[in-house]
């Protein structure tokens, strides 16, 4: 007999339909402790015209369960872009939250834990990218949207994982400044004749790989598909089958439905497409983001009870911001 029907209280009965989505990937036991969050949640982005937009980075109790939207950094960008909500929660990192703001400033933007970083945001600041700017004048500033508020404003046009050398090329400029990814610089300069001035910054997350530890995952995995994310270093890149930004990589698998699959990103993302694809056996490793782990139910709910934290960008700031997502998703 299922745990689910030993207690049937309120809060069970009207997230059954939830726990089939995660049944695959949630140990029943596990579920229930989740249960009377989501339960809270979800009666509360009603009352509260609030919409939650989840990384695919998050885990699945709240991927599946509590998001409205789901996506990569450019998707939540275009549905921040879209909402009508008039609060939005972003489960996800500040950088995203941020973003959303700028695409909103006149909604209540909330972020559940403020301490969700990036080591990409945090490997540059505003000084530095006028400082380029200096040392290469006239020569256009591409910014991943992996950065705060603050780099935006100084760049050009913004970039994500999904669209960069689209962007790249959009420019029509001979060489262009690429921030602050020094490993997806070095994956766009290989698709593009753009000449590419990078920056040394990296994901904690990604730059962990290495080439030895995916051959041998190969060797011990035969068949295996590797698909990676371009923020992983350049040699993990050469021994991948697929590379993509999340949404991408995610398409790959639903599509090809490889026997077996080494996704090289982010653990929780191998467990949503694990909950969504029976058939398709996910072999590990993967490493946590800890800033996308601050993330959790119970700071969701606390922060839909009390509004806070809500992000807020000086003006000024902003309106420069703005103009480098509003460019971006303008070129797609
Ligand atoms: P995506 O835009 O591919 O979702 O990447 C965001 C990110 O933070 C990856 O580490
Ligand atoms: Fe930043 Fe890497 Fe975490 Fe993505 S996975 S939020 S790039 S630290």
Not at 147 to 158: G, L, N, P, Y
Not at 210 to 230: K, L, M, T
Not at 268 to 293: I, Q, T, Y
Request: hydrophobic share 40%; charged share 25%; aromatic share 6%.
């Amino acid at each position: 007999m299922s745990i689910l029907t030993l207690d049937a209280g309120d809060d069970v009965r009207v997230t059954e339909h939830l726990y089939e989505r995660v049944k695959r990937v949630i140990p029943a036991a596990e579920w229930l402790g989740h249960v009377p969050a989501i339960a809270r949640i979800n009666e509360l982005k009603n009352e509260r015209n609030a919409v939650v937009l989840a990384h695919n980075y998050q885990t699945p109790e709240i991927f599946h369960c509590v998001a409205d939207f789901v996506g990569d950094s450019l998707a939540l960008a275009r549905m921040a872009a879209q909402s009508d909500a008039s609060i939005i929660v972003m489960a996800g990192v500040h950088f995203m939250a941020e973003t959303a703001k700028l695409l909103n400033p006149d909604k209540t933007v909330l972020i559940p834990d403020v301490k969700a970083g990036c080591s990409l945001a945090s490997s540059i600041t505003g000084a530095d990218v006028r400082q380029l700017r200096e040392a290469y004048p006239g020569v256009p500033v591409v910014t991943y949207v992996n950065t705060s508020a603050e780099v935006k404003a100084e760049a050009d046009i913004c970039c994500t994982s999904g669209n960069a050398v689209k962007i790249v090329e959009s420019l029509n400029s001979r060489r262009v400044i690429f921030l602050p990814d020094e490993y997806l610089a070095s994956y766009v300069s290989k698709q593009t004749d753009v000449e590419i001035i990078a920056w040394d910054g990296r994901c904690e997350v990604h730059e962990r790989f290495s080439p030895d530890e995916i051959r041998q995952y190969r060797d011990d995995n035969s068949g295996v598909v590797v698909v990676a994310h371009p923020e992983c270093p350049p040699d993990v890149l050469a021994e991948a089958d697929f590379t993509g930004s999340t949404a991408q990589m995610i398409g790959f698998v639903k599509e090809s439905r490889p026997e077996k699959v080494l996704m090289l990103t982010e653990c929780s993302m191998s467990d949503n497409v694990a909950a969504e694809v029976g058939d398709v056996e996910f072999v590990r490793p993967c490493n946590l983001c800890p800033h996308m782990k601050r993330i959790t139910l119970g700071k969701i709910l606390q922060s839909l009870r009390t509004l806070e934290p809500a992000v807020e960008i000086p003006d000024d700031l902003a309106a420069r911001a703005r103009i480098s997502v509003e460019r971006m998703l303008a070129v797609g």
